[in-house]
């Protein structure tokens, strides 16, 4: 066999590892940046950030504003850009208060150097600008709630009544804004089938829906259970935390509330001498008091909702409003009881109803399994792997100029013969 030869058969067989490698790995070299609307609380949404971050942990962190005592300090060991935001007095106190300032944030930030953005979005981080090479992929947690539910929003939130004039103007540039900017991504994940379909009523967009992770082997079934109810949650009137409160005041039933927030003077206000307020506690202790519950209330319409799965993985039936995500989380009957209006009285009938010999540990945790973490990460990343390729074959790459050749026999600029 001649040299030629050889060096050919060599080549192509290098060509094939290649390829091979790439649909092994399908995302490998590919420079990924992750974009979060803000780093300065502790909910639902930074914990699926820690998990997203696992599956791309080379990834930087873009955010509007970032407050390390605030979150989780598995943050510190991450790379985290922020906006002009951070600057602002009182802006990681007081989010909410900046709103006219979210998009200039977004938009300032300079993604030309990344081949995917994974954008996680409840509101404005999808607003970012990329360039057409870049895929842009949104895990969406649901369209602009305050834009779209605006009704429900203002209600719960007791908008004074100077702003309730200002409101429809400011709602009319924030959906305009909102559905604009939709248009500038590649792909929509959702964290559930009530957020897909908003993406299509409101974007006109197709989205794959993809659960987000509950670590469910940090949580275990005990050998039996107390006799009190439990709430985890973030004290903010959407939660409707109240109705909880209020059930089991009205009913005399033990109920151990978990969380803190800025609604916790009304409700305590409002609370009868069963309800137990606990404040902020260690994540063990949540585990015990899971493992313990008679059952876990989560009275609120939810895009999606992880604590309902980790009560669940934890062996304890959960009493859901039968809306929003508790339908893709909670099997009526079986993990749990889904009553069906948002009132006190609804309520308050499920839980006199309740009768615990009608679950099974074993059978409610298995459910819950299904959602495990593990399945999150492969579908996330079997995702965006998919949607880059995609992309990859509508906007190809621009080929990379030839290195001139020297004079005849000489070595190129880059030298080395």
């Known amino acids: 066999m001649s040299v030629e030869q050889s060096s050919t058969d060599s080549g192509a067989v290098t060509r094939r590892a290649a390829r091979r490698r790439r649909r092994q790995e399908p995302l490998a070299g590919a420079r990924i940046a992750i974009v979060h609307d803000y780093l300065n609380q ?33 943050f510190r060991r991450m790379e985290v850009h922020t906006s002009f935001m951070q600057r602002l007095p009182f ?18 930030f300079d993604l030309s150097g990344y081949d995917v953005v994974l954008s996680m979005s409840s509101a404005w981080s ?21 834009a779209w539910q605006a009704h429900t929003y203002a209600a719960q939130e007791r908008i004074p009544r100077w702003a309730g004039w200002l409101l429809p103007h ?8 909102d559905v ?22 409101y974007y ?11 670590d469910t082997q940090r949580y275990t079934p005990a050998d039996g259970h107390d006799d009190y109810f439990l709430v985890v949650s973030r004290l903010v009137p959407y939660k409707r935390i109240d109705l909880a409160v209020r059930a089991c005041t009205e009913l005399g039933l033990p109920l151990k509330v978990v969380g803190a927030g800025r609604d916790r003077a009304r409700l305590e206000a409002v609370a009868g001498p069963t309800v137990e307020f ?40 959960v009493i859901a409003l039968g809306r929003g995500g508790a339908l893709e989380t909670v099997v009526d009957g079986v993990t749990g009881r889904l009553f069906p209006e948002p009132t006190v009285a609804a309520l308050a009938t499920t839980l006199t109803g309740l009768r615990d010999t009608d679950f099974d540990a074993r059978t409610i945790r298995r459910h819950a399994v299904r959602f495990d973490t593990s399945h999150f990460k492969r579908r996330l990343r079997q995702f965006v792997a998919e949607r880059w390729a995609a992309h990859r074959t509508e906007f190809p790459a621009a080929p990379q100029p030839k290195t001139p050749a020297g004079p005849a026999g000489a070595p190129g600029p880059e030298g080395g013969q």
């Open 126 to 146: 999808k607003g970012v600008v990329t360039p057409p090479e870049t895929c842009h992929v949104c895990y969406c947690l649901t369209p602009m709630r305050f």
């Open 278 to 317: 606990l404040g902020r506690l260690p994540d063990a202790t949540i585990r015990e008091l899971m493992a313990r519950c008679r059952a876990f209330l989560f009275p609120g319409e939810e895009d999606f909702g992880l604590t309902p799965l980790e009560a669940q993985a934890s062996g304890r039936p």
């Open 91 to 108: 802006a990681t106190r007081r989010h909410q208060a900046f709103l006219p300032f979210y998009p200039a944030a977004f938009e300032q």
């Open 180 to 201: 604009t900017t939709a248009q500038r991504v590649d792909a929509f994940g959702a964290i559930s089938r009530v957020v897909a379909q908003r993406i299509g009523k």
């Open 170 to 177: 400011v709602l009319t540039w924030l959906r305009t804004w």
């Open 42 to 74: 502790m909910g639902g949404a930074e914990r699926v950030l820690e998990v997203l971050h696992e599956v791309f942990p080379a990834a930087p962190i873009y955010t509007s504003m970032y407050a390390p005592t605030l979150v989780s300090p598995a």
């Open 204 to 214: 006109r967009r197709s989205a794959t829906v993809i659960h987000p992770p509950v």
